[in-house]
């Protein structure tokens, strides 16, 4: 993971059919499971730059085969095997592509909501604290700072935009999209991994603000899928420089947003060209995250 590697922007696995292309991740058809390539995109401002990160795919992938480990015994998931030699004869001819940053998986029946613990008050949820004193429906204490730690971990729903930003949700609409049975357990499974990760990696020097998850139901049971706590879905912050009252240094993508804030640029597609260093040091940010989490 260097930048002599030559990132994977894009895929094109032959023999298999494509049934999505995400903005990092493309999906394939494989008979009776599903194989998703981690791609080397990077998108901010939901728009996908015009370079890739070299080898991020396949740090996220390591982390959310580390996470599933990790959580095996609180949630099901939904993966297969991260072996290409394990992955059928369509596989082999793209192995040198698919190597590390691939996932077998089951296929789910994935729920549409996005499931987002929040330890800390930043982002969407620090603006429309804000303004209201809540997120999502779920009042706060006041004169709690940016930043600052939520008394306890909450669960804050959302939508999910095929195009453009997700939408945050109350609880009770999401009660109303998927039921309330399978939402109230999604919840507190989602707080429960949520407080376990947290605790781990503080334990490593990373402060977990806030994180991503996605569900979805294989033969009846609820499982995790997607991706898992990795510096995409998740906010992932030094310990050593954590302050309140302002944005902390992030190991994930806040860099590179916070470089294209600074340019002229309406956050528009096409994506300004992203200079060396912004990649390279994107690059170290994302490989620091896991360096620290995967011991």
């Not at 260097?2 to 903005?23: I, P, Q, Y």
């Not at 596989?91 to 940053?101: A, F, V, W």
């Not at 930003?165 to 949520?194: L, W």
């Amino acid at each position: 993971m260097n930048m002599e590697e030559k990132a994977v922007v894009t895929t094109d696995l032959s023999g298999l059919d494509l049934l999505r292309r995400g903005k990092v991740r493309d999906m394939y058809d494989a008979d009776e499971h599903l194989c998703i390539v981690a791609s080397d995109r990077i998108s901010a401002f939901d728009c996908i730059m015009q370079e890739g990160i070299p080898g991020k795919g396949k740090i996220l992938t390591e982390l959310s085969l580390f996470w599933f480990k990790f959580l095996a015994d609180d949630i099901p998931n939904h993966l297969v095997t991260a072996d290409v030699g394990e992955m059928g004869d369509k596989m082999q001819k793209h192995r040198d592509i698919l190597k590390g940053r691939t996932m077998l998986v089951k296929k789910a029946d994935v729920f549409p909501v996005e499931c987002v613990v929040r330890g800390y008050l930043e982002g969407s949820g620090w603006r429309e604290y804000s303004e209201k004193g809540k997120v999502c429906g779920v009042s706060l204490p006041s004169g709690l700072e940016r930043a600052a730690k939520i008394p306890e971990p909450i669960f804050t729903p959302a939508t999910k935009a095929e195009s453009g930003h997700d939408e945050n949700i109350s609880f009770e609409k999401m009660c109303g999209i998927i039921g309330e049975e399978d939402a109230r357990y999604i919840r507190d499974k989602a707080v429960s991994v949520y407080n376990k990760a947290a605790e781990y990696a503080l334990s490593k020097g990373i402060i977990i603000a806030d994180t991503k998850f996605e569900f979805g139901r294989i033969d009846g049971e609820i499982c995790l899928v997607d991706e898992v706590l990795t510096p995409d879905s998740s906010r992932f912050w030094p310990e050593s420089e954590y302050r309140t009252g302002e944005s902390p240094p992030s190991y994930d993508k806040q860099y590179l947003r916070n470089y294209l804030e600074s340019l002229d640029w309406d956050k528009t597609p096409p994506a300004p060209h992203l200079p060396d260093e912004i990649i390279e040091n994107t690059l170290r940010k994302y490989k620091e995250a896991v360096d620290r989490l995967v011991v």
